[in-house]
Nanobody, 123 residues
């Protein structure tokens, strides 16, 4: 089974930095888009950043210039470098991947999610 395992969350002061990592494993043929979403208490989950297999990235407006998404296709890993963190960045951050795998004797692209990692920014 495909698993996405995140790491790198934690508590940081405003203005600080964190780097999130997410490793995908288990029955993977290839991975299309990978991305990071976040969900703050009482709010809907929102896209933070996503990156194609070829390396094209896009970001939600509130993190442009502060966050950088990257990936290592050989390691099935996606990263999120977060700088100049602000209290409003506090949320649970979820990794997402569209994984191509064999299912019912055919190649299928299936969405998978990590378990989430908490990022807390204190003022």
């Amino acid at each position: 089974q495909v698993q996405l395992v995140e790491s790198g969350g934690g508590l940081v002061q405003a203005g600080g930095s964190l780097r999130l990592s997410c490793v995908a494993s288990g029955g993977i043929v290839s991975i299309n888009d990978m991305g990071w979403y976040r969900q703050a208490p009482g709010k809907q989950r929102e896209l933070v950043a996503r990156i194609t297999r070829g390396g094209s990235a896009d970001y939600t407006d509130s993190v442009k210039g502060r966050f950088t998404i990257s990936r290592d296709n050989a390691k099935n890993t996606v990263y999120l470098q977060m700088s100049s963190l602000q209290p409003e960045d506090t949320a649970v951050y979820y990794c997402h991947a569209e994984v191509v795998r064999v299912q019912a004797m055919a190649l299928r692209a299936i969405d998978y999610w990590g378990q989430g990692t908490q990022v807390t920014v204190s003022s």
